[in-house]
T-cell receptor, first 119, second 113 residues
Framework: GAVVSQHPSRVICKSGTSVKIECRSL??????MFWYRQFPKKSLMLMAT?????????EQGVEKDKFLINHASLTLSTLTVTSAHPEDSSFYIC???????????????FGPGTRLTVL | QQPVQSPQAVILREGEDAVINCSSS?????VHWYRQKHGEAPVFLMI?????EQKGHEKISASFNEKKQQSSLYLTASQLSYSGTYFC??????????????FGKGTHLIIQP
């Protein structure tokens, strides 16, 4: 159980285009999903917290107008990188938890990641 | 604030033991440990909650010292499959709901036959 999928696994796009990445919890309902970014040989950096039915909470330094997050249902969150540039090339990973608004310290199950390359 | 992991890297022979440390300057609610292999997503190992607990299964265990805001991951009789980068992720004691994790820079573990 507790499987999280991401689509696509890899995407190459031209500078200036927008890219949408999907994160799905396959066998559980995820009230909270998180989006992380990982540059080569670096640690994962939290970008935003996404709660179903509400606006995402972005970490300091992350442009909310550039990284659009939509958490439309309890099993799907999407991250859209708008007007992508080469410096946005990275490994984007989502995680999902069954944690509720009042609880935390629940296991975060990570998706397989999406490798974005912007030419 | 990013937790500090040590050591940065360690090379072991199969069967040897390793300890990876994670410390934070902030009050923590929980510490999460993950292992990541090259090109793959992190794989969950365990969570430790404040209150100072110790957890483990088989040859991988961990402890969390709430007073020192430190956690240690213990790998005993290491196997080749243990190779990878180990990250600790810390969750703030903010009193609110589920929080994203702040990860350390990782500890690279190489197990040689």
């Amino acid at each position: 159980g507790a499987v999280v999928s991401q689509h696509p696994s890899r995407v190459i796009c031209k500078s200036g285009t927008s890219v949408k990445i999907e994160c799905r919890s396959l066998d559980f309902q995820a009230t909270t999903m998180f989006w992380y970014r990982q540059f080569p040989k670096k640690s994962l950096m939290l970008m935003a917290t996404s709660n179903e039915g509400s606006k995402a909470t972005y970490e300091q330094g992350v442009e909310k107008d550039k990284f659009l997050i939509n958490h439309a249902s309890l099993t799907l969150s999407t991250l859209t990188v708008t007007s992508a540039h080469p410096e946005d090339s990275s490994f984007y990973i989502c995680s999902a938890t069954v944690g509720t608004f009042l609880s935390h310290a629940d296991t975060q199950y990570f998706g397989p990641g999406t490798r974005l390359t912007v030419l | 604030q990013q937790p500090v992991q040590s050591p940065q890297a360690v090379i072991l022979r199969e069967g040897e033991d390793a300890v990876i440390n994670c410390s934070s300057s902030k009050a923590l609610y929980s510490v999460h440990w993950y292992r990541q292999k090259h090109g793959e997503a992190p794989v969950f190992l365990m969570i430790l909650l404040k209150g100072g607990e110790q957890k483990g299964h088989e040859k991988i265990s961990a402890s969390f010292n709430e007073k020192k805001q430190q956690s240690s991951l213990y790998l005993t009789a290491s196997q080749l499959s243990y190779s990878g980068t180990y990250f600790c992720g810390t969750e703030r004691d903010s009193g609110g709901g589920a929080d994203g994790l702040t990860f350390g820079k990782g500890t690279h573990l190489i197990i040689q036959p």
